[in-house]
């Protein structure tokens, strides 16, 4: 089901709290109905439905990582973490919540923890550019600077236009003294509408000053 075939994301919602009336039970309906609220930016009902979709099909790992999405936007980074681990207690092999629970726990300052949930992430799909670009920057925290090129060159690879992986690079070749090389990725992180912190910026404009 997808609210693409529909007039407009109103007219999904409707028909979606149509079919609920049908089949109260269903948490697919449910879920389709907090994406569509998702998509609406109405944050509220979108929780609301994601959890009478657990309540109805308690083993829809989607629903617990759009649960830990709604945490993280209001920086409750324990219930995101709690949301994907139940997620991975479900779908052991769905590498979206072990991406997560690597990006939470960086965020926790937990880097060991975070680069093996990152590593399995990885290991689940093997092109999941958010957690390659995540597992550079808990490599490079870790003080692990080759480490951190590997994961980091192949997310640019994959999506060239993934500012986060450019600036991570760039400091990555900067802690290697190659300021020239930190240049050319600050640039290509700048490209896609990245915002290179300006101090970073700053520190690159002098080394190549000499």
């Not at 609210?3 to 389709?32: F, H, M, R, T």
């Not at 951190?148 to 690079?169: D, H, I, R, S, T």
Request: charged share 25%; glycine share 6%.
């Amino acid at each position: 089901m997808s609210e693409q075939n529909y007039a407009s994301v109103e007219e999904y919602i409707a028909d979606l709290k149509a079919k609920l009336d049908k089949n109260p039970e269903c948490g697919n309906i449910y879920y389709n109905l907090g994406m569509a609220y998702l998509s609406q930016k109405d944050f509220v009902e979108a929780e609301r439905a994601f959890l009478a979709a657990l309540r109805n099909s308690p083993k829809m790992a989607e629903a617990y990582v759009q649960m830990g999405g709604l945490c993280m936007r209001r920086d409750d980074l324990e219930g995101c973490l709690n949301y994907n681990i139940q997620a991975s207690k479900v779908r052991p092999f769905f590498a979206v919540p072990w991406g997560n629970i690597g990006f939470v726990k960086l965020q926790k300052g937990d880097v060991e923890e975070a680069i093996k949930a990152l590593i399995k992430a990885i290991k689940l799909d093997p092109n999941f550019v958010q957690a390659m670009a995540t597992l550079g920057s808990a490599q490079f925290m870790r003080g692990n600077v080759a480490d951190a090129l590997e994961p980091l060159n192949k997310a640019v690879q994959l999506q060239p236009k993934f500012g986060p992986a450019w600036n991570n690079l760039a400091l990555c070749h900067a802690e290697q003294g190659d300021w020239a090389k930190a240049d050319e990725c600050v640039r290509k992180a700048q490209e896609s509408g990245y915002e290179v912190p300006p101090e970073f910026l700053k520190e690159i404009a002098q080394h190549l000053a000499g």
